[in-house]
Protein backbone atom coordinates (compact mmCIF):
# COMPACT_ATOMS: atom_id res chain seq x y z
CA UNK A 1 0.00 0.00 0.00
CA UNK A 2 2.87 2.61 0.91
CA UNK A 3 3.89 3.00 -2.97
CA UNK A 4 0.83 5.18 -3.47
CA UNK A 5 1.94 7.44 -0.53
CA UNK A 6 4.22 8.90 -3.95
CA UNK A 7 0.62 9.36 -5.37
CA UNK A 8 0.26 12.53 -3.57
CA UNK A 9 3.55 14.45 -5.15
CA UNK A 10 1.96 15.30 -8.57
CA UNK A 11 -1.10 17.60 -7.68
CA UNK A 12 1.79 18.41 -5.91
CA UNK A 13 2.10 17.26 -6.00
CA UNK A 14 1.86 18.09 -5.32
CA UNK A 15 1.59 19.06 -4.17
CA UNK A 16 -0.59 19.80 -0.95
CA UNK A 17 -1.19 19.79 0.11
CA UNK A 18 -3.84 23.84 8.49
CA UNK A 19 -3.69 20.84 9.93
CA UNK A 20 -0.24 21.34 11.01
CA UNK A 21 3.48 20.48 10.07
CA UNK A 22 4.23 17.14 11.23
CA UNK A 23 1.02 15.12 10.63
CA UNK A 24 -2.27 15.92 8.48
CA UNK A 25 -4.73 13.72 11.99
CA UNK A 26 -4.70 15.35 15.01
CA UNK A 27 -5.04 11.65 16.48
CA UNK A 28 -2.45 9.97 18.09
CA UNK A 29 0.28 8.72 15.72
CA UNK A 30 3.01 6.19 15.43
CA UNK A 31 6.27 8.22 15.43
CA UNK A 32 7.66 9.24 11.79
CA UNK A 33 10.49 6.53 10.36
CA UNK A 34 13.28 8.52 8.44
CA UNK A 35 13.28 6.24 5.29
CA UNK A 36 15.19 8.01 2.87
CA UNK A 37 17.82 10.63 3.11
CA UNK A 38 19.25 11.97 -0.16
CA UNK A 39 20.19 15.42 -2.16
CA UNK A 40 18.85 17.40 0.82
CA UNK A 41 15.67 15.57 0.19
CA UNK A 42 14.31 13.80 3.52
CA UNK A 43 11.79 11.39 3.49
CA UNK A 44 9.57 9.69 6.55
CA UNK A 45 6.78 7.73 6.59
CA UNK A 46 4.33 6.38 9.27
CA UNK A 47 1.15 4.19 9.24
CA UNK A 48 -2.16 5.07 10.90
CA UNK A 49 -3.26 2.76 13.43
CA UNK A 50 -6.76 1.66 13.16
CA UNK A 51 -6.74 2.71 9.58
CA UNK A 52 -6.51 1.94 5.79
CA UNK A 53 -4.38 5.18 5.31
CA UNK A 54 -0.54 6.02 5.92
CA UNK A 55 1.45 9.21 5.87
CA UNK A 56 3.98 10.63 4.30
CA UNK A 57 6.43 13.27 5.07
CA UNK A 58 8.85 15.19 2.91
CA UNK A 59 11.79 17.67 4.00
CA UNK A 60 13.33 19.46 0.94
CA UNK A 61 15.60 22.12 0.35
CA UNK A 62 14.68 23.85 -2.95
CA UNK A 63 16.44 26.72 -5.02
CA UNK A 64 13.47 29.42 -6.52
CA UNK A 65 10.78 30.72 -5.86
CA UNK A 66 7.04 30.53 -3.97
CA UNK A 67 5.60 31.91 -7.55
CA UNK A 68 7.61 29.53 -9.77
CA UNK A 69 6.44 26.88 -7.41
CA UNK A 70 2.64 28.01 -7.18
CA UNK A 71 3.34 28.04 -11.66
CA UNK A 72 4.67 24.99 -11.29
CA UNK A 73 1.55 23.82 -9.25
CA UNK A 74 -0.66 25.24 -11.29
CA UNK A 75 0.56 24.13 -14.41
CA UNK A 76 -2.02 20.81 -14.69
CA UNK A 77 -1.13 20.31 -18.40
CA UNK A 78 2.41 19.91 -17.87
CA UNK A 79 2.32 17.75 -14.81
CA UNK A 80 3.07 14.58 -17.37
CA UNK A 81 6.67 16.03 -17.40
CA UNK A 82 7.25 17.38 -13.68
CA UNK A 83 5.01 15.50 -11.05
CA UNK A 84 6.55 11.75 -10.81
CA UNK A 85 4.72 8.96 -12.42
CA UNK A 86 1.34 10.85 -13.42
CA UNK A 87 -0.18 9.49 -16.22
CA UNK A 88 -2.60 12.19 -17.36
CA UNK A 89 -3.56 15.31 -15.87
CA UNK A 90 -6.75 17.74 -17.13
CA UNK A 91 -7.31 20.93 -15.58
CA UNK A 92 -11.26 20.78 -14.81
CA UNK A 93 -11.66 24.05 -13.37
CA UNK A 94 -9.63 27.48 -12.57
CA UNK A 95 -11.95 28.97 -9.44
CA UNK A 96 -8.86 31.66 -9.03
CA UNK A 97 -5.27 31.97 -9.02
CA UNK A 98 -5.45 30.30 -5.64
CA UNK A 99 -7.83 27.39 -6.10
CA UNK A 100 -7.97 24.79 -8.96
CA UNK A 101 -9.87 21.69 -9.79
CA UNK A 102 -8.60 18.74 -11.53
CA UNK A 103 -8.47 14.97 -12.24
CA UNK A 104 -5.17 13.27 -12.36
CA UNK A 105 -4.11 9.49 -13.03
CA UNK A 106 -1.16 7.79 -11.79
CA UNK A 107 0.58 5.04 -13.33
CA UNK A 108 1.21 2.32 -10.74
CA UNK A 109 3.66 -0.85 -11.96
CA UNK A 110 1.52 -3.82 -13.09
CA UNK A 111 -0.45 -6.12 -12.48
CA UNK A 112 -2.11 -3.01 -9.71
CA UNK A 113 -4.57 -0.63 -11.94
CA UNK A 114 -3.62 2.83 -12.07
CA UNK A 115 -5.30 5.06 -9.63
CA UNK A 116 -7.18 8.46 -10.29
CA UNK A 117 -8.81 11.02 -8.27
CA UNK A 118 -10.52 14.69 -8.59
CA UNK A 119 -8.12 17.57 -6.60
CA UNK A 120 -9.21 20.24 -5.15
CA UNK A 121 -5.59 22.58 -4.68
CA UNK A 122 -5.71 25.68 -2.62
CA UNK A 123 -3.34 28.67 -2.62
CA UNK A 124 -2.73 31.08 1.01
CA UNK A 125 0.13 33.06 1.98
CA UNK A 126 0.18 33.91 5.69
CA UNK A 127 0.60 37.95 5.24
CA UNK A 128 3.04 38.10 8.60
CA UNK A 129 5.75 34.80 8.21
CA UNK A 130 5.19 34.73 4.51
CA UNK A 131 5.03 31.22 4.31
CA UNK A 132 3.21 29.83 1.52
CA UNK A 133 0.70 26.74 2.50
CA UNK A 134 -0.59 24.35 -0.01
CA UNK A 135 -3.71 22.08 0.31
CA UNK A 136 -4.98 19.53 -2.08
CA UNK A 137 -7.97 17.39 -1.15
CA UNK A 138 -9.19 14.38 -3.08
CA UNK A 139 -12.71 15.09 -4.33
CA UNK A 140 -13.87 11.50 -5.13
CA UNK A 141 -16.98 12.60 -7.00
CA UNK A 142 -15.45 15.40 -9.28
CA UNK A 143 -15.74 13.54 -11.92
CA UNK A 144 -17.12 10.08 -13.20
CA UNK A 145 -15.14 7.17 -12.74
CA UNK A 146 -12.73 6.01 -15.46
CA UNK A 147 -12.25 2.61 -17.10
CA UNK A 148 -9.44 0.39 -15.93
CA UNK A 149 -8.41 2.86 -13.08
CA UNK A 150 -9.42 2.96 -8.90
CA UNK A 151 -10.55 5.69 -7.40
CA UNK A 152 -8.53 6.79 -4.32
CA UNK A 153 -10.51 7.21 -1.69
CA UNK A 154 -9.07 9.21 0.98
CA UNK A 155 -6.16 11.90 -0.03
CA UNK A 156 -5.09 14.98 1.57
CA UNK A 157 -1.91 16.97 1.18
CA UNK A 158 -0.47 19.88 2.71
CA UNK A 159 2.65 22.05 1.70
CA UNK A 160 4.60 24.31 4.11
CA UNK A 161 6.69 26.36 1.92
CA UNK A 162 8.85 29.33 3.53
CA UNK A 163 11.75 31.42 2.02
CA UNK A 164 15.03 30.94 3.63
CA UNK A 165 16.76 33.72 1.04
CA UNK A 166 14.92 35.19 -1.97
CA UNK A 167 15.87 32.54 -4.24
CA UNK A 168 15.63 29.57 -1.88
CA UNK A 169 13.22 27.97 0.16
CA UNK A 170 12.09 25.06 2.55
CA UNK A 171 9.57 22.86 2.05
CA UNK A 172 7.30 20.30 4.71
CA UNK A 173 5.49 18.43 2.47
CA UNK A 174 3.03 15.92 4.43
CA UNK A 175 0.14 13.33 2.86
CA UNK A 176 -2.10 11.02 4.03
CA UNK A 177 -3.82 8.84 1.70
CA UNK A 178 -5.75 5.65 1.19
CA UNK A 179 -5.15 4.03 -2.24
CA UNK A 180 -8.53 2.22 -2.25
CA UNK A 181 -8.14 -1.79 -3.88
CA UNK A 182 -6.15 -4.28 -2.83
CA UNK A 183 -2.43 -3.43 -2.63
CA UNK A 184 0.51 -6.38 -2.81
CA UNK A 185 2.21 -6.39 0.12
CA UNK A 186 5.58 -5.78 -1.56
CA UNK A 187 5.15 -2.73 -2.33
CA UNK A 188 5.90 -1.55 0.62
CA UNK A 189 7.68 1.81 2.53
CA UNK A 190 11.04 1.40 0.78
CA UNK A 191 9.28 1.86 -2.51
CA UNK A 192 7.16 4.41 -1.33
CA UNK A 193 10.23 6.94 -0.02
CA UNK A 194 12.04 5.81 -3.45
CA UNK A 195 9.09 7.30 -5.45
CA UNK A 196 8.92 10.17 -2.70
CA UNK A 197 12.67 11.37 -3.11
CA UNK A 198 12.46 10.98 -7.39
CA UNK A 199 9.02 12.87 -7.12
CA UNK A 200 10.71 16.30 -4.72
CA UNK A 201 13.88 15.76 -7.12
CA UNK A 202 11.86 16.23 -10.17
CA UNK A 203 10.05 19.08 -8.74
CA UNK A 204 13.28 21.00 -7.84
CA UNK A 205 14.61 20.32 -11.22
CA UNK A 206 11.66 21.86 -13.18
CA UNK A 207 11.42 24.91 -11.03
CA UNK A 208 13.95 26.39 -13.49
CA UNK A 209 12.31 25.51 -16.58
CA UNK A 210 11.32 29.13 -19.22
CA UNK A 211 7.69 28.47 -17.97
CA UNK A 212 7.85 29.20 -14.50
CA UNK A 213 10.17 31.86 -14.87
CA UNK A 214 9.03 35.75 -14.05
CA UNK A 215 5.10 34.64 -12.95
CA UNK A 216 3.30 37.23 -10.24
CA UNK A 217 0.56 36.34 -8.18
CA UNK A 218 -1.49 38.78 -6.34
CA UNK A 219 -2.08 36.66 -3.27
CA UNK A 220 1.87 36.18 -3.46
CA UNK A 221 4.17 38.90 -1.41
CA UNK A 222 7.99 38.23 -1.54
Given at each position: ???????????????????????????????WK????????????R?????????L?????M????????????????Y????Y??????L????????L??????????????????V???????????????????M???????P??V??AD???????????????????????????D????L???????????????????????????????????
Amino acid sequence: MRLFQSGCFWVLLIISFGLGVGSVQAQAQEAWKLAKDKDQIQVYTRNIPGSRSSELRVECAMEGTQSQLVALLSDIANYKNVIYKTKSARLIRRVSETELLYHVVTAVPWPVSDRDMGVKLTFTQDPATKILHVKGVGMPDLVATQPNTVRIADWLAIWQVRPVTKQRMQVTYTCRLDPGGDIPSWLDNVAAATSAYQSFLLIRNSLSLPRYQNKSFAFLSQ
